[in-house]
């Protein structure tokens, strides 16, 4: 099963929403691991030492230092890009729908943007 981490500012109405609709969905949020407070490249770094997809709003700075990551040949295991004026439920629909079909690994060194 895919994991994720949802960065700090993530809407916690959405990771509220996926887990009612999957209780066994494997997400975390950067405040209950710790990272509260850390940059970028941090948050990246225990996602990719975790095995973990980024959930995060941060298009700004997020996408340059996850591109830095392939760049350098680090791992990035990948990001979700979740745009602050899409819809929650078309959100949560669409990370379920997501986990459903994917594979573990399948955006390694990308980024997605949703909505889709």
């Not at 950067?30 to 770094?45: A, N, W, Y």
């Not at 791992?75 to 078309?90: H, Q």
Request: charged fraction near 25%; charge should be negative; include cysteine.
């Amino acid at each position: 099963m895919l994991s994720f981490l949802a960065d700090e500012n993530f809407d916690n109405t959405i990771i509220r929403g996926l887990l009612r609709r999957n209780s066994i969905l494997d997400i975390v949020r950067v405040q209950d691991v710790g990272l509260s407070g850390k940059d970028d490249p941090t948050i990246l770094e225990w996602a990719a030492q975790e095995g973990r997809i980024l959930l995060t709003h941060d298009v700004t700075t997020i996408t340059r230092y996850a591109y830095d990551r392939v760049k350098a040949r680090q791992t990035m295991p990948g990001v979700i890009e979740v745009s602050t004026n899409a819809l929650v439920g078309r959100v949560i629909e669409d990370i379920l729908i997501f986990v459903e079909c994917s594979k573990e690994g399948e955006i390694e060194d990308q980024i997605q943007y949703l909505p889709w």
